[in-house]
């Protein structure tokens, strides 16, 4: 069994920042992808960033330049810091992790809403 928590959420107003937090923990061997997903109000799930065991990153185009992810290997965290947050930002961020428990599976956290508002 695996968890992933999540925290760092919150209501921030517009060029403000946040760092999302993920933390796994459970039957891991290792982790292979880290990534962060949202989802706003009537629309669909898209990727935000994700990060390969190697640190590889991947970005969204929307986010290029504001958002960072990173992980720390020892702690089996995945992090999410977001500057120059935009209204366009508002949403329920998942993270999700690919882990090998030992066979590859992935799992998703509970969500933490993020709100950009004046």
């Known amino acids: 069994q695996v968890q992933l928590v999540e925290s760092g959420g919150g209501l921030v107003q517009p060029g403000g920042s946040l760092r999302l937090s993920c933390a796994a923990s459970g039957s891991i061997v290792s982790i292979v992808n880290m990534g962060w997903y949202r989802q706003a109000p009537g629309k669909q799930r898209e990727l935000v960033a994700s990060?390969?065991?190697?640190?590889?990153?991947n970005y969204a185009e929307s986010v290029k330049g504001r958002f960072t992810i990173s992980r720390d290997n020892a702690k089996d965290m995945v992090y999410l810091r977001m500057n120059s947050l935009k209204p366009e930002d508002t949403a329920i961020y998942y993270c999700?992790?690919?882990?090998?428990?030992?066979?590859?599976?992935?799992?998703w956290g509970q969500g933490t809403q993020v709100t950009v508002s004046s």
């Open positions: 999700n992790v690919g882990i090998v428990t030992p066979k590859f599976m992935l799992f």
């Open positions: 990060i390969t065991s190697g640190g590889s990153t």
